[in-house]
């Protein structure tokens, strides 16, 4: 824009927090099954490793399915509605995964609340991104994963304040028979019915894309909407770049053949390289298999909870300091600083387990890594993934990266208790460290800086536009 306009900030900020919920319920639903693990472990009889990674695993084969087909149904139905539908599998996920009998039971609504995952995962930033102003659409778009770790840190301090203390040398049966093993899982689980029945009706009231608006033809609608972000010129300006990255004749189409155009290919190679990265870094295992971890470094079960607590609060400040950042440094400079800091704290890990070095380092270790991935990778791929991709294949091509972020998730959740007994603690981190350095390495020559861009500015850079 020639001059800045005066954003309308109280109008941004509502549209950006309600759609950001879908990232909260993404955080709870995501890591609350990581605090429940001890108790509904026994409820339900699992000892082997495969039943085990299965019933941690679950919800990202539904995270698969909702980002696989949120793409094309985003692009054909609007990202609004789309939301709404992950509003309502989180409500209902959180509510019968309560009330399980069985283990099938269990699983089943573990997949209907990881289909919500998969679908708010992919609309929540690009929905965020497609509202916002340039100028500070990574803070906004940042938000969606400061909302993220909220529900992390939300689902952590449920999983503490709902337990009842575990006494030391507490056998299997000891708690199954104890209320954490009968209810308070159930409970757990459960609480997650508030904010997801709030969120399904918040997202009535917010407006449709305005992106998404012009791609389907109503100009007029997208026009009223960028009015209220900053003003009619602002609207006219705006809506006029967005047609002109639109090619002729595919407003309103959705073809996933598009993104293996030879200007498009490289841009989704590098999305979902960064996607599948963020997860295959390691840091996820810590919020799924923190008994394991902390209890390898001699922590008890109670023990464990409260260390959880630390790690989701040093999560959420470091994400407060990111959104700080993140439209200041720029995306790249974090994003590699994050990736080297994380392969060194991870080596470290891996050689105190070799060493068989126990204690309070492995916590402060883990608190450096976890302030490192909130600090870059956490944040910053979403805000990437939002940003590099052109208007008129956003959908699909968020789809698609989303897609690969959580099979790359599941890979990484379903594999650590594998890699765990086979190579130990020590084997295991050290590689996730050697993925560090090639992150490193691949962000260093790959990836451009966006900072400061509008979404058709990069759309051009980067497809050759």
Same mark, same amino acid.
């Given at each position: 824009?020639?001059?800045?306009?005066?954003?309308?900030?109280?109008?941004?900020?509502?549209?950006?927090?309600?759609?950001?919920?879908?990232?909260?319920?993404?955080?709870?639903?995501?890591?609350?099954?990581?605090?429940?693990?001890?108790?509904?472990?026994?409820?339900?009889?699992?000892?082997?490793?495969?039943?085990?990674?299965?019933?941690?695993?679950?919800?990202?084969?539904?995270?698969?399915?909702?980002?696989?087909?949120?793409?094309?149904?985003?692009?054909?139905?609007?990202?609004?509605?789309?939301?709404?539908?992950?509003?309502?599998?989180?409500?209902?996920?959180?509510?019968?995964?309560?009330?399980?009998?069985?283990?099938?039971?269990?699983?089943?609504?573990?997949?209907? /609340?990881?289909?919500?995952?998969?679908?708010?995962?992919?609309?929540?930033?690009?929905?965020?991104?497609?509202?916002?102003?340039?100028?500070?659409?990574?803070?906004?778009?940042?938000?969606?994963?400061?909302?993220?770790?909220?529900?992390?840190?939300?689902?952590?301090?449920?999983?503490?304040?709902?337990?009842?203390?575990?006494?030391?040398?507490?056998?299997?049966?000891?708690?199954?028979?104890?209320?954490?093993?009968?209810?308070?899982?159930?409970?757990?689980?459960?609480?997650?019915?508030?904010? @997801? !029945?709030?969120?399904?009706?918040?997202?009535?009231?917010?407006?449709?894309?305005?992106?998404?608006?012009?791609?389907?033809?109503?100009?007029?609608?997208?026009?009223?909407?960028?009015?209220?972000? /900053?003003?009619?010129?602002?609207?006219?300006?705006?809506?006029?770049?967005?047609?002109?990255?639109?090619? &002729?004749?595919?407003? /309103?189409?959705?073809?996933?053949?598009?993104?293996?155009?030879?200007?498009?290919?490289?841009?989704?190679?590098?999305?979902?390289?960064? &996607?599948?990265?963020?997860?295959?870094?390691?840091?996820?295992?810590?919020?799924?298999?923190?008994?394991?971890?902390?209890? &390898?470094?001699?922590?008890?079960?109670?023990?464990?909870?409260?260390?959880?607590?630390?790690?989701?609060?040093?999560?959420?400040?470091?994400?407060?300091?990111?959104?700080?950042?993140?439209?200041? !440094?720029?995306?790249?400079?974090?994003?590699?600083?994050?990736?080297?800091?994380?392969?060194?704290?991870?080596?470290?890990?891996?050689?105190?387990?070799?060493?068989?070095?126990?204690?309070?380092?492995?916590?402060?270790?883990?608190?450096?890594?976890?302030?490192?991935?909130?600090?870059?990778?956490?944040?910053?791929?979403?805000?990437?993934?939002?940003?590099?991709?052109?208007?008129?294949?956003?959908?699909?091509?968020?789809?698609?990266?989303?897609?690969?972020?959580?099979?790359?998730?599941?890979?990484?959740?379903?594999?650590?208790?594998?890699?765990?007994?086979?190579?130990?603690? @020590?084997?295991?981190?050290?590689?996730? @460290?050697?993925?560090?350095?090639? /992150?490193?390495?691949?962000?260093?020559?790959?990836?451009?800086?966006?900072?400061?861009?509008?979404?058709?500015?990069?759309?051009?850079?980067? &497809?050759?536009?």
């Amino acid at each position: 824009m020639s001059e800045r306009p005066a954003y309308n900030m109280r109008y941004i900020w509502t549209v950006t927090l309600v759609s950001a919920m879908g990232g909260l319920l993404f955080g709870y639903d995501w890591v609350v099954i990581g605090g429940a693990k001890p108790f509904y472990e026994k409820f339900f009889g699992l000892t082997t490793p495969a039943q085990i990674g299965w019933a941690m695993s679950s919800a990202l084969v539904g995270c698969l399915v909702g980002a696989l087909v949120s793409g094309g149904l985003s692009d054909r139905y609007g990202r609004k509605r789309l939301l709404i539908v992950a509003g309502f599998l989180f409500t209902i996920s959180a509510v019968w995964t309560a009330l399980a009998g069985d283990f099938t039971v269990f699983v089943v609504f573990r997949l209907v /609340g990881g289909v919500g995952i998969g679908l708010a995962s992919n609309l929540s930033p690009m929905y965020i991104a497609e509202i916002s102003p340039a100028a500070m659409r990574g803070k906004f778009v940042s938000v969606n994963q400061l909302t993220i770790v909220i529900g992390i840190l939300a689902a952590q301090l449920t999983n503490w304040l709902i337990a009842r203390p575990v006494p030391d040398g507490a056998t299997a049966a000891d708690i199954l028979a104890s209320w954490n093993g009968q209810t308070g899982w159930r409970w757990m689980f459960g609480a997650e019915a508030v904010p @997801a !029945l709030l969120f399904f009706a918040l997202m009535f009231f917010v407006p449709e894309s305005p992106r998404w608006l012009v791609k389907n033809g109503r100009g007029e609608a997208a026009e009223k909407v960028l009015a209220r972000v /900053g003003g009619p010129a602002f609207a006219a300006e705006a809506v006029g770049e967005i047609r002109t990255t639109l090619a &002729a004749g595919e407003i /309103g189409r959705v073809r996933f053949r598009d993104l293996l155009e030879p200007g498009l290919v490289k841009v989704l190679l590098i999305g979902v390289a960064l &996607a599948v990265y963020q997860q295959w870094c390691g840091i996820n295992v810590i919020f799924y298999y923190a008994q394991e971890i902390f209890t &390898a470094a001699g922590y008890g079960v109670s023990d464990v909870l409260f260390n959880i607590v630390i790690t989701g609060t040093v999560n959420l400040i470091f994400t407060l300091v990111a959104i700080r950042l993140v439209d200041r !440094l720029g995306r790249k400079p974090l994003m590699l600083a994050g990736s080297a800091g994380l392969a060194l704290v991870f080596g470290l890990m891996g050689a105190s387990y070799a060493a068989g070095s126990r204690g309070l380092h492995i916590l402060l270790l883990v608190v450096a890594a976890m302030a490192l991935y909130a600090l870059s990778l956490a944040p910053v791929t979403w805000v990437l993934l939002s940003e590099i991709f052109p208007n008129r294949i956003r959908g699909a091509a968020m789809s698609v990266s989303t897609f690969a972020l959580w099979s790359a998730c599941f890979v990484l959740t379903y594999t650590f208790p594998l890699l765990n007994a086979g190579l130990g603690p @020590a084997g295991t981190f050290g590689i996730y @460290a050697g993925i560090s350095v090639l /992150g490193f390495l691949f962000i260093k020559s790959r990836v451009r800086e966006t900072k400061g861009k509008t979404l058709e500015q990069i759309e051009r850079e980067l &497809a050759g536009r």
